[in-house]
């Protein structure tokens, strides 16, 4: 199976920037693409970002132009770079590694962003 761990949430004012950093370990072989996902309280996990291997990459619309997804050159790791963060940032990000009989997710970062 593949382990994700996931670094760099927390606490940032409005118009803030916070990094995040996301590691595979284990079968990273069998993944095709990763993401970052959100749930914030009451709503339902949508999708933030995934970037494949073949470095496809999509964005929800909310995000766009503010938010960056990348991928470590070893593939392994994925970032998500959020910069002029709002209040509605506010969740539970969740690392995703998706693949061949794989779907495995990180234990989540909560970022909060205040007014």
């Known amino acids: 199976q593949v382990q994700l761990v996931e670094s760099g949430g927390g606490l940032v004012q409005a118009g803030g920037s916070l990094r995040l950093s996301c590691t595979a370990s284990g079968v990273i072989f069998r993944i095709n693409a990763m993401g970052w996902y959100r749930q914030a309280p009451g709503k339902q996990r949508e999708l933030v970002a995934s970037?494949?291997?073949?470095?496809?990459?999509r964005y929800e619309d909310s995000v766009k132009g503010r938010f960056t997804i990348s991928r470590g050159n070893a593939k392994n790791t994925v970032y998500l770079q959020m910069n002029n963060l709002t209040p509605e940032d506010t969740a539970v990000y969740y690392c995703?590694?998706?693949?061949?009989?794989?779907?495995?997710w990180g234990q989540g970062l909560l970022v909060t962003v205040s007014s």
């Open positions: 995703n590694a998706g693949g061949f009989a794989l779907d495995a």
């Open positions: 970037i494949t291997n073949g470095g496809s990459i």
